[in-house]
């Protein structure tokens, strides 16, 4: 079990008080989520392919020890030009889709 800090008291005594901070704190939990989801399918890619970490890297021209570190490390947060170069060396493609009963928040119409 992880002992709790002051931080952990104050995240939830906030919660308990603020709608928004809850709402804020739910959205980056999601965000970290995701990405971590993204390290995840391309690191089970790699080990379903028998390609070691390093050899990884040096397919697409990265340092061996930056893609260890990519694929170890919590909270790991890669460039989208890296998950890009990782997902075409796996042989992988990257899409998009929307998420399920949501609508984008900040997205724009372009002006005619």
């Not at 989801?37 to 089970?44: K, P």
């Not at 947060?77 to 998009?96: C, Q, R, Y």
Request: glycine share 6%.
């Amino acid at each position: 079990m992880t002992k709790k800090t002051g931080f952990d008291s104050w995240v939830k005594k906030r919660s308990a008080t603020s709608a928004t901070f809850r709402a804020e704190l739910r959205a980056a939990r999601e965000h970290i989520d995701s990405v971590d989801g993204v390290v995840r399918a391309l690191d089970a890619a790699r080990i379903e392919m028998g390609l070691s970490k390093a050899d990884l890297a040096r397919a697409v021209g990265l340092m061996p020890e930056s893609t260890r570190r990519l694929f170890t490390m919590k909270g790991a947060n890669p460039s989208i030009d890296t998950v890009m170069k990782l997902a075409d060396a796996l042989g992988l493609e990257l899409t998009f889709t929307p998420k399920k009963a949501s609508r984008p928040k900040h997205a724009t119409r372009p002006s005619a």
